[in-house]
């Protein structure tokens, strides 16, 4: 399976970067199935580069997929934004755009109730991520190829 990530950098050797801020699922590198959504994370910095990697399930991973939107999925949204760890080496599933997050924020606010979320969380397009979250779930990737993003 074909698998892409967006940046502003060609990226052979991937690693887990701890970034400031807490991801849907929790620390890891990030890529993704639709290679549209890979080129709009590029499309963020002035040298969008699209890099492509061929990813090769390794069934002794601890994986966990969300198939789509549901309570479990928001529930381990919640749980990874507020900076808790989990112990799954691959995660993948629907991604909660800014938009979709802000609607998490209200939830957990209190702003909003839980039916409420779902009614505001539907997406036009739609979204794929998947995470590499151990040294070892990394090495089921393998670097093919990276290009300017267009």
Known sequence: MLLYHGSYLEIKS????????AKDFGVGFYC?????????????YNSPTLNVYEYEKNSSLKIRGFS??????????????SGKKHDYEIVSGPMAND?????????????????????????????????FCTELALESLK????????
């Open 99 to 131: 938009q979709v997050y802000n609607y998490i924020s209200d939830y957990i606010d209190g702003a909003i109730t839980r039916e409420q979320f779902w009614a505001l969380a539907k997406f036009k397009h739609p979204t794929h991520q998947i995470t």
């Open 32 to 44: 993704t199935e639709l290679k549209e959504q890979a080129i709009r994370w590029a499309s963020r």
């Open 143 to 150: 670097f093919i190829k990276s290009e300017a993003a267009k």
């Open 68 to 81: 789509e939107m549901t309570e479990e999925w928001l529930d381990f949204v919640i749980f990874c934004r």
């Open 14 to 21: 991937p690693q887990i970067l701890a970034g400031k801020y």
